[in-house]
Structures are given as structure tokens and as C-alpha cells.
């Protein structure tokens, strides 16, 4: 059956410094993969998706970016975090036709 | 613009009360809509998919293309659904699976 993975589960930054948030999925391949920040009150926003290695694409400009280096691995990054990327950041794949997405459990990202 | 709303933040009832959770969408083809569902402690996920027409849990959901809407709803609400409740839309173009969210309903069942 397939899986998804994030780590890590919590992590606490301070401003300016690098990030690197991994999802891995286990059991399919060629999966779409997605970026996802969810905010209260704001609901879930959609950040960069991927059809395949190494293609990426941003939804939204911002101080993060993604990386697709596997097939079955998307990475969030950034040089330089700032207090408002605080968030929940969720991760998903979906197949290619079904367009039913399946959710990682979460990296509760605190900046300070 | 593609978007989609969920007017209330906080839908707050009794057990055994109707539910209905609104979602308006903004879409100019033939979307696929979706209705999400995040129990405490759980993961996000599909609770039902309107080209299915189905019923999941006890929950509906009606497309109304003319209203533009695809409201979820439930006759006799249990305290087992609270949960964080998020409507969905797919622009069903190409092979990418996007998702447009709202932002969410929490649906507070009190006993």
C-alpha cells in the first residue's frame, strides 16, 4: 500500500535561517506530488506542485522553494526564513487520474 | 479566477441537529469538486467526490452548477464529526491533480 512521509514533525527556526522539509512516498510511482501551507484562518494554500523529477511549479511568489530530486521525494526549502513562513506545511500525492489527493501528517514550522 | 469559498469559519449544533456546510465555487468549465475532512489528530483527508454521488458517513453533497455550489450536508449530526471540513476544487484540466481549497469549516457537534 502506498505511504507518505514528512519529517520532521515539529521544528522551531529562527529568522534567517535555512530550511529543508522532506516528503517521501512509499508504493506508487511517478506520483504527483504537492506543497501545501495551512494557516488558520487562511485556509489551505497550495505552494508548488511537481508531474515529475525535476519539474516544479510555483503557485505562489514567496520565500520557499521545492525540489524534486526522486521521483517519489519533494523537498521545501528556503535560503532565508521569515517570521510569516511560520505554518503548518502539509505534503500530498495524487495519481494521474483519479485526482484524489493523500496527505502526509505535517511539519509544524515556528519561526522566531 | 478559480476560487472557492466557505463562508463560515465555525458551524456550531447539536447532536442530532441537520448540518449543512457551504461551499461556493468560482469556475468557468466543468469543475470536479471535492469535500475534505481533518479529524483531530488525523490526517487530512477525501471525504467524498460529487462525480460519485455518494454518501459517506451519512454525509451528501448536491453540485448545483447553476448556484455554483456543492454545499455537505448531514441530517442528524453526531459528535463523532467534528472535524475541520475543506471544499475542494479541481480544474480537471491536464494531468497535474491540482486542488483549490477554501478555507475551511469547523464543525463543532456539542452533545
Known amino acids: 500500500s502506498q505511504t507518505i512521509h514528512q519529517w520532521p514533525a515539529t521544528l522551531v527556526q529562527p529568522v534567517g535561517s535555512p530550511l529543508s522539509l522532506e516528503c517521501t512516498v512509499e508504493?506508487?510511482?511517478?506520483?504527483?506530488l504537492y506543497w501545501y501551507r495551512q494557516a488558520a484562518g487562511r485556509g489551505l494554500q497550495l505552494l508548488f506542485y511537481s508531474v515529475g523529477i525535476g519539474q516544479i511549479s510555483s503557485e505562489v511568489p514567496q520565500n520557499l522553494s521545492a525540489s524534486r530530486p526522486q521521483d517519489r521525494q519533494f523537498i521545501l526549502s528556503s535560503k532565508k526564513l521569515l517570521l510569516s513562513d511560520s505554518g503548518f506545511y502539509l505534503c500530498a500525492w495524487s495519481g494521474l487520474v483519479a485526482f484524489e489527493q493523500f496527505f502526509g501528517p505535517g511539519t509544524r514550522l515556528t519561526v522566531l | 479566477a478559480q476560487r472557492v469559498t466557505q463562508p463560515e469559519k465555525l458551524l456550531s449544533v447539536f447532536k442530532g441537529a441537520p448540518v449543512e456546510l457551504k461551499c461556493n465555487y468560482s469556475?468557468?468549465?466543468?469543475?470536479?469538486l471535492f469535500w475534505y475532512v481533518q479529524y483531530s489528530r488525523q490526517r487530512l483527508q477525501l471525504l467524498l467526490r460529487?462525480?460519485s454521488r455518494e454518501s459517506i458517513k451519512g454525509f451528501t453533497a448536491d453540485l448545483n452548477k447553476g448556484e455554483t455550489s456543492f454545499h455537505l450536508k448531514k441530517p442528524f449530526a453526531q459528535e463523532e464529526d467534528s472535524a475541520m471540513y475543506y471544499c475542494a476544487l479541481s480544474p480537471g484540466s491536464g494531468n497535474t491533480g491540482k486542488l483549490i481549497f477554501g478555507q475551511g469549516t469547523t464543525l463543532q457537534v456539542k452533545p
Open positions: 460529487h462525480i
Open positions: 508504493g506508487t510511482s511517478n506520483p504527483n
Open positions: 469556475y468557468s468549465g466543468s469543475p470536479e
